[in-house]
């Protein structure tokens, strides 16, 4: 057992190394093995061991009771290891965590070196339950007579009321207290957490500001002046007296202490907590500045970066103080260290202005310009110079050379220039030139982008037409952007923008038909669909232009070149027609038929004879047109309304003219068929709040107003209304006819359910209706059972013939249609007698019934003796 110590375990590792894993396995069995013995030496050697490998990543919570055995020696060399490896392997969920409560407290009664060491321990390991039981003796430690004591306990405090927040009501007196200690380090640890428990809500410590303004005020410790400013800073948005109090103090740290970390703190501190309004605040704004652009020169990376990141908090109260440095930032931006390079591009974005745009915007362009020395060097030299020189100093000379960074540099030149619609730029020619230079340096897919400001700016701006179409005009004869359509790096995008500017606005052009060729020839293939779209467009546009400028000084020697120009697009129209794609194929089909118009006018058109060959006044001179009229057909159907931007709130500015109502409509319209009014069957059943029915047999005249009032056929589709008699008869045949279909194309659908029972024909003569006679209708017993012989099932219970409609549900009978014969015969009904339900049936005297037409039925229900009506035993009809 030669590795029993920690020292030895780690020469085994190192001797060990091909086959660390059987090693360890071995070393791992050793010390379980001394983990349980009796000498509290071996078993805090074995704890020892385990807590280095658990730092390798093998696990040790299977120790964990012996950890605590450890934890309660009266060594406390022995008792350091212990809470060593609990601070290692414990979690809020280790089982043994319980057992340890009253060895706390123990340990926080005992000498003072054990009180040290479990503080250390307690910070560590603290749960909610432990802070719970704990809160009381580690309070009562902050009185301790030994200030290093007291000061551990301050601390172990603070993740204490992390997890028991409730005991922050007896901690805050004892902690206000040792804010005036006599110890410094008592004091510090005191900022400390009082710091960062005013984190989460700073209103509540308010009531300190007295006493951390002493402390700002005499203290030298700049740790705990960092603190105190930090804090100072959360409270001065709650109380604002607080500002003017703090401005001469923190002027003067800015001003004299020499601490890097301390003066960064005082301006971070002015920034977050207003201190840089109002006049006292403008100088205190530009000694800040002054301070930082310090920072900014300094060879410490970190200096720089905090100094950036602070100015961008500064800049947008005090922009012109940061603009006075604008060179000492825009160095920061081709800095070797990315994030400087960042923070730089956002302080150049935050302070730019009218004044300073150009200059800014040219400066980062030169960080996108490829280095000119290599151009003045042969293959041969420029090849040997890339092996001989490392790849860092060669990255080090050109950082702009990484595309992602290339990608955001590109970008934010862009951002900062569409900014607040262009509030910025004075010369649009200018942005324009910009804008074509980055298509052709920046080499990162922002195509789209350049597309879309080229349009906007163009389109916006009228005094900057001419010179957008010149330009775009070199974009469109620029063979490389062509050739290179494919790369998205190439921003090949720019070349719709171009086309749809030189078409929209070709009446800048000085030689539009120069252009033509360049916009149908057969390298155009290589584009995308949608700028192959806008190529054909412009073609069109242009020409329709050029043609009707010719037709008013119309020469007959210009008719070649109009057919050369016609002839040499019809083919191109032809293959481009054939496109898979469909817009391309469109335009390309439109074109076509126009231009086939125009071919076919060219050679069908006879010069006029000249001017002395027919008599002035003749009628001869008068029909006989001097130039083609297909000349002008394409002009006007492209060019008809100029095309303007217009803003997005620009209809909302729009006035309403007198006199327009646009809730009023400018045609009527159409009646729509109104049923006549439905009265509500409801008025006809109602039930009474104990659950009576009450049944209304209907007669000559109450059947006649039902049927009128309900206006519904009465062997018809239900959901059907009977509109006005006035209705003219064609229109109902019309409608019948469409019901007849509609039925006719769902008797197939198997999804749809059809009722092929017949149906009742309506019947003109409401009084002609005979009724069922009620005489033999047996009224059964109240008490009669159901017969179990003979089972009715749900379909017994509706039941149906022809011509006759007797509904019997649950015992009760319902009058409808019945046959005239079997009316008039009395015989009694054919169908079988129906199973009837133990619910007491209403009786109804046989002297109340008539054999012609029958009263409505007079519901009587049997009375209790005293006067009180018998309650009925709800059924399945009343539900």
Not at 42 to 51: N, P, S, W
Not at 263 to 273: A, D, K, Q, S
Not at 616 to 632: D, Q, R
């Amino acid at each position: 057992m030669w590795e029993r110590t920690l020292q030895d375990l780690i020469r085994g590792l190192r001797a060990n190394k091909k086959d660390e894993a059987k090693f360890i396995a071995k070393a791992v069995d050793e010390i379980r093995q001394e983990i349980k013995s009796e000498d509290m030496e071996l078993k805090a050697g074995a704890v020892m061991k385990l807590t280095y490998l658990d730092m390798l990543g093998y696990d040790m919570s299977w120790a964990s009771f012996h950890v605590v055995e450890v934890m309660s020696s009266a060594k406390a060399h022995l008792k350091s290891v212990g809470y060593l490896g609990a601070i290692q392997s414990f979690t809020e969920d280790t089982d043994v965590l319980m057992l340890t409560t009253n060895l706390l407290k123990k340990d926080l009664s005992s000498t003072p070196t054990d009180i040290a060491i479990t503080l250390n321990g307690l910070a560590h390991i603290v749960t909610s339950d432990l802070a719970r039981d704990l809160a009381p003796e580690l309070i009562a430690m902050l009185n301790h007579s030994r200030p290093h004591i007291r000061k551990r306990a301050i601390l172990a405090l603070y993740r204490l009321l992390s997890k028991y927040p409730e005991a922050i009501r007896q901690a805050r007196p004892r902690l206000e207290e040792k804010l005036e200690d006599s110890d410094p380090s008592v004091v510090a640890a005191t900022v400390n957490v009082v710091c960062e428990l005013a984190r989460r809500n700073p209103k509540d410590y308010l009531s300190l500001a007295p006493q951390l303004f002493h402390l700002l005020t005499t203290s030298s410790n700049n740790w705990m002046l960092i603190k105190i400013i930090k804090l100072f800073g959360s409270l001065c948005p709650h109380e604002p007296r607080l500002v003017k109090k703090l401005q001469p103090p923190i002027t003067e740290l800015i001003s004299t202490t020499p601490a890097i970390s301390l003066l960064y703190e005082c301006v971070h501190t002015c920034i977050i907590g207003g201190m840089l309004q109002g006049s006292a605040g403008n100088s205190l704004a530009k000694t800040c500045v002054s301070k930082l652009a310090a920072f900014i020169q300094d060879p410490d990376q970190n200096l720089k970066y905090i100094a950036l990141l602070a100015m961008t908090k500064i800049v947008p109260t005090h922009a012109y103080l940061v603009a006075e440095y604008q060179d000492t930032i825009l160095q920061s931006v081709n800095d070797q260290d990315i994030s400087i390079r960042m923070r730089a591009l956002d302080l150049v974005s935050a302070m730019v202005n009218q004044g300073n745009l150009q200059s800014i915007v040219q400066q980062l362009l030169s960080h996108l310009v490829p280095e000119s020395s290599s151009d003045t060097l042969s293959a041969a030299q420029s090849l040997e110079q890339a092996i001989t020189s490392p790849a860092s100093t060669r990255n080090a000379d050109s950082p702009s050379k990484s595309p992602a960074y290339r990608l955001i540099l590109t970008q934010r030149i862009l951002d900062i220039c569409s900014q607040g619609t262009y509030e910025n730029i004075t010369n649009f020619e200018w942005y324009i030139s910009v804008l074509v230079d980055l298509a052709h340096i920046c080499n990162v897919a922002v195509g789209p982008q350049l597309q879309e400001q080229l349009v906007d700016v163009t389109s916006r701006v009228r005094a900057a037409r001419p010179y957008a179409v010149k330009v775009m005009y070199t974009l469109l004869t620029d063979e490389s952007l062509l050739h290179n359509a494919r790369d998205p790096k190439s921003c090949s995008e720019v070349l719709l923008a171009a086309a749809w500017i030189c078409g929209e606005y070709c009446q800048q052009l000085l030689e539009p038909v120069k252009l033509i060729p360049y916009l149908t020839q057969p390298e155009i293939s290589n584009l995308h669909p949608d700028v192959l779209a806008v190529y054909i467009q412009a073609a069109t546009k242009i020409f329709g232009y050029w043609t009707s400028e010719l037709a008013q000084n119309w020469d007959n020697d210009d008719l070649p070149e109009v057919r050369q120009i016609v002839e040499s697009m019809l083919p191109r129209m032809k293959d481009l027609a054939s496109s898979v794609h469909v817009e391309v194929q469109e335009r390309a089909a439109n074109t076509l038929g126009l231009f086939t118009f125009v071919a076919a006018d060219l050679n069908s058109f006879k010069p006029s004879p000249p001017s002395d060959a027919a008599p002035s006044g003749s009628a001869f001179e008068s029909t006989i047109l001097s130039f083609p009229k297909s000349l002008l057909l394409i002009q006007p159907l492209l060019s008809s309304y100029e095309l303007n931007p217009v803003a997005a709130s620009a209809q909302a500015s729009v006035p309403i003219p007198e006199g327009l109502d646009l809730d009023e409509w400018f045609v009527l319209p159409p009646p729509e068929p109104v049923p006549e009014r439905v009265e509500s069957s409801e008025k006809k059943n109602k039930k009474s709040k104990k659950g009576k029915e009450k049944q209304i047999n209907g007669g000559k005249k109450s059947d006649k107003k039902k049927t009128k009032d309900v206006g519904l056929e009465v062997g018809g589709d239900v959901s059907t209304p009977v509109y006005d008699e006035a209705e003219p008869q064609e229109d109902l045949a019309e409608r019948e006819r469409r019901k007849a279909e509609r039925l006719n194309q769902l008797k197939d659908d198997p999804y749809y359910i059809m009722d092929d029972r017949p149906k009742i024909s309506q019947v003109e003569d409401v009084d002609s209706i005979p009724v069922v006679r009620l005489d033999d209708v047996p009224a059964p017993s109240p008490g009669m059972p159901l017969d179990r012989s003979n089972p009715t099932t749900v379909s017994d219970l509706l039941v149906r013939d022809r011509g006759t409609e007797t509904l019997i549900a649950n015992g009760c009978l319902s009058i409808g249609i019945a046959d005239e014969s079997q009316s008039s015969s009395g015989a009694s009904s054919p169908y079988p007698q129906p199973m009837l339900s133990s619910f007491p049936q209403y009786e109804v005297p046989e002297s109340e019934l008539r054999a012609s037409t029958p009263e409505p039925i007079k519901v009587v229900r049997s009375k209790k003796t005293g006067g009180k009506k018998k309650r009925t035993k709800p059924s399945a009809v009343d539900g």
